[in-house]
């Protein structure tokens, strides 16, 4: 059994930052893919950015020069830096584990809010 672990939601200001933390404990193979998802009220779940094993990212154009993933591969954690935040971010924000066995994990998320 995997749990994800996630921290480091709260609210703040347009313009201000945050650091997401999400840490997988349990029984484990070694972890593909992380990333992070984020699910807006009313809206679907999108993915915000994806690291691999061996370092790649990719991210949303929304997001992309404002928010940095990354990892820890020894600790089995993934971060994300977000800064000038803007209300549009506001969102539940979702950790995702990829193993290469091709079983995901996911975690409970982390509300976001961010203030205008």
């Known amino acids: 059994q995997v749990e994800l672990v996630e921290s480091g939601g709260g609210l703040v200001q347009a313009g201000g930052s945050l650091r997401l933390h999400c840490t997988a404990f349990?029984?484990?193979?070694?972890?593909?893919?992380m990333g992070w998802y984020r699910q807006a009220p009313g809206k679907q779940r999108e993915v915000v950015a994806v690291i691999t094993g061996g370092g790649t990212t990719n991210y949303a154009v929304s997001v992309k020069g404002r928010f940095t993933i990354s990892r820890d591969n020894a600790l089995n954690t993934v971060y994300l830096q977000m800064t000038s935040l803007k209300p549009e971010d506001t969102a539940v924000y979702y950790c995702?584990?990829?193993?290469?066995?091709?079983?995901?994990?996911w975690g409970q998320g982390t509300q976001v809010t961010v203030s205008s």
């Open positions: 349990g029984s484990m193979l070694s972890i593909n893919t």
């Open positions: 995702n584990a990829v193993f290469y066995s091709g079983r995901s994990y």
